[in-house]
Protein backbone atom coordinates (compact mmCIF):
# COMPACT_ATOMS: atom_id res chain seq x y z
CA UNK A 1 0.00 0.00 0.00
CA UNK A 2 2.96 2.40 0.58
CA UNK A 3 4.86 1.96 -2.46
CA UNK A 4 1.24 2.63 -4.39
CA UNK A 5 1.48 5.59 -2.33
CA UNK A 6 4.53 6.60 -2.80
CA UNK A 7 4.40 5.72 -6.57
CA UNK A 8 0.98 7.79 -7.11
CA UNK A 9 2.91 10.76 -5.42
CA UNK A 10 5.85 10.61 -7.95
CA UNK A 11 3.68 10.29 -10.56
CA UNK A 12 1.62 13.25 -9.62
CA UNK A 13 5.00 15.53 -9.35
CA UNK A 14 6.51 13.94 -12.45
CA UNK A 15 3.42 14.79 -14.85
CA UNK A 16 3.31 18.10 -13.14
CA UNK A 17 6.86 18.77 -13.94
CA UNK A 18 6.77 17.51 -17.68
CA UNK A 19 3.20 19.82 -18.19
CA UNK A 20 5.11 22.50 -17.05
CA UNK A 21 2.94 23.71 -14.11
CA UNK A 22 3.77 24.68 -11.31
CA UNK A 23 1.90 23.04 -8.04
CA UNK A 24 0.12 26.81 -7.36
CA UNK A 25 -1.15 26.47 -10.82
CA UNK A 26 -2.66 22.55 -10.95
CA UNK A 27 -3.80 23.55 -7.67
CA UNK A 28 -6.41 26.12 -9.64
CA UNK A 29 -6.72 23.94 -12.18
CA UNK A 30 -8.14 21.68 -9.89
CA UNK A 31 -9.57 24.13 -7.38
CA UNK A 32 -7.97 23.07 -4.68
CA UNK A 33 -5.00 24.65 -2.26
CA UNK A 34 -0.91 24.23 -3.51
CA UNK A 35 -0.55 22.90 0.23
CA UNK A 36 -3.24 19.95 -0.75
CA UNK A 37 -0.80 19.45 -3.95
CA UNK A 38 2.77 19.22 -2.27
CA UNK A 39 0.72 17.05 0.03
CA UNK A 40 0.04 14.56 -2.39
CA UNK A 41 3.34 15.13 -3.89
CA UNK A 42 5.47 14.34 -1.06
CA UNK A 43 3.05 11.20 0.05
CA UNK A 44 1.13 12.62 3.21
CA UNK A 45 -1.90 12.05 1.77
CA UNK A 46 -3.15 11.50 -1.72
CA UNK A 47 -6.25 12.65 -3.59
CA UNK A 48 -9.58 10.68 -4.07
CA UNK A 49 -9.85 8.66 -7.95
CA UNK A 50 -12.13 11.85 -9.25
CA UNK A 51 -9.57 14.40 -8.75
CA UNK A 52 -6.93 11.84 -9.92
CA UNK A 53 -8.72 11.16 -13.52
CA UNK A 54 -9.12 14.86 -13.66
CA UNK A 55 -5.39 15.29 -12.56
CA UNK A 56 -4.78 12.38 -15.39
CA UNK A 57 -7.13 14.81 -18.16
CA UNK A 58 -5.18 17.76 -17.17
CA UNK A 59 -1.80 16.34 -17.88
CA UNK A 60 -3.02 14.61 -21.32
CA UNK A 61 -2.49 11.11 -19.97
CA UNK A 62 -4.46 8.11 -18.63
CA UNK A 63 -5.21 7.59 -15.27
CA UNK A 64 -3.18 4.25 -15.49
CA UNK A 65 -0.01 6.17 -15.84
CA UNK A 66 -0.55 8.28 -12.77
CA UNK A 67 -1.00 4.18 -10.36
CA UNK A 68 1.62 2.66 -12.50
CA UNK A 69 5.50 2.82 -13.36
CA UNK A 70 4.46 2.75 -17.31
CA UNK A 71 5.86 6.25 -18.76
CA UNK A 72 3.64 8.15 -20.94
CA UNK A 73 4.74 11.31 -22.63
CA UNK A 74 1.85 14.11 -21.64
CA UNK A 75 0.66 17.07 -24.58
CA UNK A 76 2.13 19.85 -23.99
CA UNK A 77 -0.62 21.79 -22.16
CA UNK A 78 0.95 24.74 -21.87
CA UNK A 79 0.82 25.96 -25.56
CA UNK A 80 -3.01 24.57 -25.26
CA UNK A 81 -3.71 26.37 -22.24
CA UNK A 82 -1.88 29.57 -23.77
CA UNK A 83 -4.02 29.14 -26.83
CA UNK A 84 -7.45 28.97 -24.60
CA UNK A 85 -6.46 32.36 -22.85
CA UNK A 86 -5.07 33.82 -25.88
CA UNK A 87 -8.61 33.10 -27.78
CA UNK A 88 -10.26 34.56 -24.43
CA UNK A 89 -8.41 37.45 -24.18
CA UNK A 90 -9.04 38.19 -28.44
CA UNK A 91 -13.14 37.33 -27.71
CA UNK A 92 -12.76 39.75 -24.41
CA UNK A 93 -11.06 42.64 -26.85
CA UNK A 94 -12.99 42.35 -30.03
CA UNK A 95 -16.11 42.66 -27.80
CA UNK A 96 -14.81 46.02 -25.69
CA UNK A 97 -13.78 47.66 -29.25
CA UNK A 98 -17.00 46.56 -30.77
CA UNK A 99 -19.05 48.43 -27.78
CA UNK A 100 -16.84 51.53 -28.33
CA UNK A 101 -17.33 51.51 -32.18
CA UNK A 102 -21.07 51.65 -31.50
CA UNK A 103 -20.95 54.44 -29.67
CA UNK A 104 -18.57 56.82 -31.55
CA UNK A 105 -20.96 55.75 -34.61
CA UNK A 106 -23.82 56.82 -32.13
CA UNK A 107 -22.00 59.62 -31.40
CA UNK A 108 -20.71 61.17 -34.55
CA UNK A 109 -24.19 60.35 -35.96
CA UNK A 110 -25.98 62.45 -33.25
CA UNK A 111 -23.42 65.32 -33.34
CA UNK A 112 -24.47 65.32 -37.55
CA UNK A 113 -28.03 65.38 -37.07
CA UNK A 114 -29.11 66.62 -33.57
CA UNK A 115 -28.09 70.01 -31.86
CA UNK A 116 -27.81 67.87 -28.72
CA UNK A 117 -26.00 68.75 -25.37
CA UNK A 118 -23.52 66.68 -23.86
CA UNK A 119 -22.82 64.43 -26.64
CA UNK A 120 -20.22 63.44 -24.82
CA UNK A 121 -22.34 61.49 -22.05
CA UNK A 122 -22.69 58.50 -25.49
CA UNK A 123 -18.64 57.51 -24.47
CA UNK A 124 -20.27 57.76 -20.65
CA UNK A 125 -22.94 55.10 -20.73
CA UNK A 126 -20.70 53.07 -23.13
CA UNK A 127 -18.88 52.01 -20.04
CA UNK A 128 -21.61 50.25 -18.63
CA UNK A 129 -22.70 48.64 -21.33
CA UNK A 130 -19.26 47.46 -22.11
CA UNK A 131 -19.14 46.18 -18.35
CA UNK A 132 -22.44 44.23 -19.13
CA UNK A 133 -20.79 42.61 -22.10
CA UNK A 134 -17.63 41.70 -20.32
CA UNK A 135 -20.00 40.29 -17.38
CA UNK A 136 -21.76 38.14 -20.38
CA UNK A 137 -18.19 36.84 -21.12
CA UNK A 138 -17.62 35.73 -17.74
CA UNK A 139 -17.89 32.06 -18.02
CA UNK A 140 -15.00 31.85 -20.56
CA UNK A 141 -12.35 33.48 -17.81
CA UNK A 142 -13.81 31.35 -14.71
CA UNK A 143 -11.37 33.85 -12.87
CA UNK A 144 -12.57 35.61 -9.40
CA UNK A 145 -10.92 38.87 -10.17
CA UNK A 146 -11.95 38.93 -13.53
CA UNK A 147 -15.59 38.55 -12.21
CA UNK A 148 -14.80 41.55 -9.26
CA UNK A 149 -13.31 43.88 -11.63
CA UNK A 150 -16.08 43.48 -14.24
CA UNK A 151 -19.18 43.80 -11.98
CA UNK A 152 -16.75 46.82 -9.33
CA UNK A 153 -16.86 48.49 -13.08
CA UNK A 154 -20.53 48.16 -13.87
CA UNK A 155 -21.38 49.56 -10.34
CA UNK A 156 -19.13 52.59 -10.63
CA UNK A 157 -19.67 53.27 -14.18
CA UNK A 158 -23.65 53.18 -13.63
CA UNK A 159 -22.87 55.70 -10.78
CA UNK A 160 -20.93 57.89 -12.65
CA UNK A 161 -23.38 57.80 -15.97
CA UNK A 162 -25.93 58.55 -13.59
CA UNK A 163 -23.75 61.66 -11.67
CA UNK A 164 -22.93 63.20 -14.95
CA UNK A 165 -26.71 62.63 -16.79
CA UNK A 166 -28.71 63.76 -14.17
CA UNK A 167 -28.62 67.57 -12.32
CA UNK A 168 -29.72 66.74 -9.09
CA UNK A 169 -28.07 68.17 -5.75
CA UNK A 170 -26.55 65.62 -3.57
CA UNK A 171 -25.79 62.89 -6.32
CA UNK A 172 -22.06 62.02 -5.39
CA UNK A 173 -23.58 60.35 -2.82
CA UNK A 174 -24.31 57.52 -4.94
CA UNK A 175 -20.94 56.64 -4.77
CA UNK A 176 -20.99 56.00 -0.82
CA UNK A 177 -23.51 52.98 -2.10
CA UNK A 178 -20.68 51.74 -4.35
CA UNK A 179 -18.49 50.89 -1.12
CA UNK A 180 -20.40 48.41 0.02
CA UNK A 181 -21.22 46.93 -2.92
CA UNK A 182 -17.50 46.75 -4.39
CA UNK A 183 -16.71 45.30 -1.18
CA UNK A 184 -19.69 42.52 -1.34
CA UNK A 185 -18.29 41.82 -4.82
CA UNK A 186 -14.76 41.05 -3.58
CA UNK A 187 -16.23 38.45 -0.66
CA UNK A 188 -18.35 36.90 -3.10
CA UNK A 189 -15.93 36.34 -6.06
CA UNK A 190 -12.80 36.38 -4.53
CA UNK A 191 -12.53 36.08 -0.87
CA UNK A 192 -15.28 33.17 -0.92
CA UNK A 193 -13.25 31.03 -3.33
CA UNK A 194 -9.85 31.51 -1.76
CA UNK A 195 -11.62 30.30 1.81
CA UNK A 196 -13.01 27.57 -0.21
CA UNK A 197 -9.87 26.32 -1.84
CA UNK A 198 -8.19 26.33 1.61
CA UNK A 199 -10.98 24.69 3.15
CA UNK A 200 -10.16 21.89 0.70
Known amino acids: M ?7 SENIMK ?3 LSGLTQNELAEKLNYSDKAVSKWERGDSLPDVIVLKEMANLFG ?3 DSLTSTQVEKPKRLKSIFNKI ?4 FLISSASTLLVWLVATI ?3 MLSLFTQLDKLWLVFILAI ?4 IVLIALCKFWKSGWYNFVTVSSLVLSIA ?3 YLSLNYENLWLLFTICIPLVALAFLWFVARHKIFRHKK
Not at 2 to 8: M, S, V, Y
Request: net charge positive; aromatic share 12%.
Open 85 to 88: YTSK
Open 106 to 108: VFV
Open 2 to 8: EDTKKLI
Open 15 to 17: YRK
Open 160 to 162: LSL
Open 61 to 63: ISL
Open 128 to 131: PLNC
